[in-house]
T-cell receptor
Framework: KNQVEQSPQSLIILEGKNCTLQ??????????LRWYKQDTGRGPVSLTI?????NTKSNGRYTATLDADTKQSSLHITASQLSDSASYICVVSYNDMRFGAGTRLTVKP | DAGVIQSPRHEVTEMGQEVTLRCKPISGHDYLFWYRQTMMRGLELLIY????????DSGMPEDRFSAKMPNASFSTLKIQPSEPRDSAVYFCASTKGGNTDTQYFGPGTRLTVL
């Protein structure tokens, strides 16, 4: 069973709207949690890295939150743009890395 | 900096052939990672190096896979013999400080084994 579960699998929103992607994990303990953005046909790009003691981390219009007690993280995208269309992958690390299957986000005009 | 460089970008080969994928990390980065990505299994870490030394190869699927890093600016991932189930996109990534630093991914090599 995958120790990192992401939801939803896919999401379609209109340009300018906000959205929130979820990542639930059972990896314990863990040292950090990362969110990546992956455009089709390209390598992942790091958005945020949070250690277990951090609650939130922002990168422009992207804000990641972490609740280590409930083992949940979310990635909030504000004022979405067409270029936000991509897959978003959650990765939880301790001695190894556990990858979520990703959320496919489509932003429509 | 040019970023992480991978070659070839695309590789098509026949089952049983040897395949070698190449990676040049960002200069000054001490860690290098090899990943594999498929639709079925998503992104998987295969192996990573620190200062050219393999640290964790527990993700390497089987003995047909091997990776080397002869120097700080070059790494190879070899599959011998290749099988159709090895078809995937293989990414190389590098980082300066290990587990807590930003990883920079290359563009990937799309491997198709017929």
């Amino acid at each position: 069973k995958n120790q990192v579960e992401q939801s939803p699998q896919s999401l379609i929103i209109l340009e300018g709207k906000n959205c929130t992607l979820q990542c639930n994990y059972t990896v314990s303990p863990f040292s950090n949690l990362r969110w990546y953005k992956q455009d089709t046909g390209r390598g992942p790009v790091s958005l945020t890295i949070m250690t277990f003691s951090e609650n939130t981390k922002s990168n422009g219009r992207y804000t990641a939150t972490l609740d280590a007690d409930t083992k949940q993280s979310s990635l909030h995208i504000t004022a979405s743009q067409l270029s936000d269309s991509a897959s978003y992958i959650c990765v939880v690390s301790y001695n190894d890395m556990r990858f979520g299957a990703g959320t496919r986000l489509t932003v429509k005009p | 900096d040019a970023g992480v460089i991978q070659s070839p970008r695309h590789e098509v080969t026949e089952m049983g052939q040897e395949v070698t994928l190449r990676c040049k990390p960002i200069s000054g980065h001490d860690y290098l990672f090899w990943y594999r990505q498929t639709m079925m299994r998503g992104l998987e870490l295969l192996i990573y190096f620190n200062n050219n030394v393999p640290i964790d190869d527990s993700g390497m699927p089987e003995d047909r896979f091997s990776a080397k890093m002869p120097n700080a600016s070059f790494s190879t991932l070899k599959i011998q013999p290749s099988e159709p189930r090895d078809s995937a996109v293989y990414f190389c990534a590098s980082t300066k400080g290990g587990n807590t630093d930003t990883q920079y991914f290359g563009p990937g090599t799309r491997l198709t084994v017929l």
